[in-house]
């Protein structure tokens, strides 16, 4: 699930109500949804029911022990856990740590600074998105996207800024057809009103630099009343 910032739900378990209560209501000041409940058995309960973002823990329970929920949530799922106790001692810290939590946060504590830190623990805990490649080929093209650049044969391709970002967006999907609207929209502006004419005056000019053919197309075929297609290299996967 994508977080954004000051976004996501928060289930806090917390048996004390004069720190659950007015915690939850910052939480939710902050952009949160919070989800509260004072006792073991409904955390494990709600954590599988409203598959929260975060839990907020308190290891001292009515009906249990928090490091037993800990070890119960981190057998289940991969969820964040912020641990919170009255307990400072540096070995509470280290076996709430080793249980799998996320982070330990010791009473009384300053909302605000929980907070930040509940978003540094969400952001931490998004899976990255790959990285493209830095460098796309096809045959005796290649394209260094970190570095700008194009050769062909060997040949640096002086291509203009534009010429370059529809080039690599072509070459990025290469193999699918790339509707006019998605290059107009990557390429120039989501918001382009005017007509889609320069699309076609930029690949006529890429096509020369390219050495391509419309009518027998090496690297970029038209397809009608839709867009367009790079053409991956034989033997090469789209």
Not at 16 to 29: D, K, Q
Not at 197 to 203: A, F, G, M, P, S
């Amino acid at each position: 699930m994508a977080i954004q910032s000051g976004s996501g739900r928060i289930l806090v378990v917390e048996d004390e109500e004069s720190i659950s209560e007015p915690f939850a209501e910052a939480l939710r000041r902050a952009g949160f949804e919070a989800v509260v409940t004072p006792t073991a058995a409904g955390a494990l309960e709600l954590a599988a029911s409203e598959d929260p973002d975060l839990v907020m823990l308190d290891l001292a329970l009515p009906d249990g022990d928090g490091r037993d929920v800990c070890r119960e949530l981190r057998r289940r799922s991969d969820v964040p856990i912020m641990m919170l106790t009255a307990r400072g001692t540096e070995l509470d810290k280290i076996v709430g740590l080793e249980l799998g939590a996320d982070d330990y946060v010791v009473k009384p504590f300053s909302a605000a600074e929980v907070i930040s830190r509940i978003r540094a623990v969400l952001r931490r805990s998004q899976p990255r998105q790959a990285e493209p490649p830095a460098t796309l080929s096809a045959g005796e093209l290649e394209l260094d996207q970190a570095a700008r650049s194009a050769t062909l044969s060997g040949q640096r391709l002086d291509l203009s800024r534009k010429e370059f970002d529809l080039l690599a967006e072509l070459m990025r999907n290469a193999g699918s057809v790339v509707s006019r609207e998605d290059l107009m929209a990557k390429v120039w502006d989501s918001n382009w009103f005017g007509s889609t004419k320069t699309l076609d005056v930029h690949i006529g000019w890429l096509r020369r630099k390219l050495e391509d053919e419309p009518a027998d197309p090496t690297f970029i075929e038209t397809v009608r009343g839709v867009g367009f297609r790079f053409v991956a290299a034989e033997g090469e996967e789209p």
